[in-house]
């Protein structure tokens, strides 16, 4: 907001918490069911979390949420989490520095960022990042700000640029419309636009069609069953696949409408990312049978290869590492090596560990591959820690030196500064 230009109102005239709750109730009474906390900034007023500790008990709100420019936001999002917040929105509205303390008048990038990460670690859920963009200022960033929301797991709203009665500067030459703003997006990373019933709505709301959303599991023993109850847990359809679909029933059934069951060919064309968990030796017949429902598709390859148990296959997986000996058999594949460095038990008990995530080394050779499979390393409840190209996932494979550690991703950065 521009700071400058308004003036402050008496602190007597401001209303109270207990005047806020009572007002909240009044308004739940009438039938209103979400309250969002805004501002100006509301972090600026004194112990904001008691205000949100007496909001979020009250009967009949569904949804309480915050739009804050997170100046302020690193010191009070673990209390804010502890009262009963549970999503956020950030305005970001340039991810440079100079540009950003430009914009906001006196803000500083950093902090915010440091705000972001520490809702994230408090373990708010979705944590938005609102920006408006406006046209010769900061047009040029819209996909780095999508890039940066979806590395690190945030979602990412535009709003167009407004006519605020004026006191904003607007006018119509600076406006980026939505649809410019989603067809810019859409180029770079496949999107559908969704959720709002008027395209005249001023903000962007779209979901990516890579599959951020949707999953087909191939495999669903202990690993792909532990996962894929872990993704539906985040939000994600699932679609769990066997060769005898009708004996996952009890597993779908306990999942609730985001889980159902199929053969490993209705997993392939459920969805464009798809993970792999069969032993080893079942890849060649795979790779015979779905060879062409492969190709395109982001493939996250869980398997392990076994000596005594996977054949022959398992000889060049050992020796060439499972990641480029699946980009063989699965060609066309986007492969992402990930999750196979702990047991599926770990993985139950490790999911959103409370005193830190535990990181899961990835590998690929597709940048856009290994980002949507980071979001669903993060959906999982770990940290994903991206090492390189598929020939780098030698390192975590079995024997390798990051196999089986249940470390922090900074501990896993510094382990791999020693490595060759
Ligand atoms: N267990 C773990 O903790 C863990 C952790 C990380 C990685 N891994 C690795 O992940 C893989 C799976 O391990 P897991 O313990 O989950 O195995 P699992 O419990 O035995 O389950 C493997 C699944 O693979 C499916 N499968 C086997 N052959 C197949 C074929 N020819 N076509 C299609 N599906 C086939 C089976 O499904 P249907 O019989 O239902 O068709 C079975 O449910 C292994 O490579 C393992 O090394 C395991």
Do not use: C
């Amino acid at each position: 907001m521009p700071f400058d230009e308004y003036t402050w109102i008496e602190r007597q005239e401001v209303l109270s918490f207990e005047e806020i709750e009572r007002l909240a109730r009044l308004f739940l009474g009438f039938g209103v069911e979400k309250i969002r906390l805004t501002g100006g900034e509301p972090l600026v007023r004194k112990n904001l979390h008691q205000l949100v500790r007496r909001l979020s008990g009250l009967q009949d709100l569904l949804d309480l949420s915050l739009t804050t420019n997170g100046a302020l936001l690193a010191e009070q999002a673990s209390d804010l989490r502890a009262a009963g917040l549970q999503r956020i929105n950030v305005s970001i509205d340039s991810l440079k520095a100079d540009r950003f303390r430009e914009m906001t008048k006196r803000g500083n990038l950093d902090d915010v960022l440091k705000g972001l990460f520490a809702a994230q670690k408090a373990g708010m859920k979705p944590i938005k990042i609102n920006a408006v963009i406006i046209r010769g200022i900061n047009d040029d960033e819209i996909l780095d700000l999508v890039g940066f929301a979806r590395d690190n797991g945030f979602e990412m709203r535009f709003i167009e640029y407004m006519d605020v009665g004026n006191a904003n500067a607007w006018s119509l030459e600076k406006t980026v419309t939505k649809k410019e703003i989603l067809e810019k997006v859409h180029a770079r990373f496949p999107v559908r636009e969704v959720g709002r019933a008027h395209g005249s709505a001023p903000a962007v709301d779209y979901e990516f069609l890579d599959g951020a959303g949707e999953i087909g599991i191939i495999g669903s023993g202990n690993i792909g069953s532990t996962l894929g109850t872990l993704w539906v847990k985040s939000g994600h359809p699932v679609l769990f696949s066997s060769r005898h679909p009708e004996e996952l029933k009890s597993l779908v059934d306990g999942l609730g409408p985001l889980a159902r069951a199929g053969t490993v060919s209705e997993a392939l064309s459920f969805s464009n990312v798809v993970f792999i968990g069969v032993p080893y030796g079942a890849y060649p017949q795979i790779s015979k049978d779905y060879a062409k429902e492969f190709v395109g598709k982001i493939v996250i390859d869980a398997g392990n290869a076994v000596l005594a148990r996977d054949g022959e296959i398992a000889k060049p997986a050992r020796e060439n590492g499972v990641g480029l000996t699946s980009a063989k058999l699965l060609a066309g594949a986007r492969i992402v090596r990930a999750f196979n460095i702990l047991s599926f038990r770990k993985v139950v008990n490790l999911s959103n560990r409370p005193e830190g995530r535990i990181a899961i080394p990835m590998a690929g050779d597709d940048e856009e591959a290994l980002k949507v499979a980071s979001g669903l390393v993060r959906d999982a409840g770990f940290e994903p820690v991206i090492l390189g190209s598929l020939q780098r996932s030698k390192v975590f494979e079995q024997g390798g030196p990051l196999y089986g550690q249940e470390i922090s991703a900074q501990e896993m950065r510094e382990r791999l500064k020693t490595l060759p």
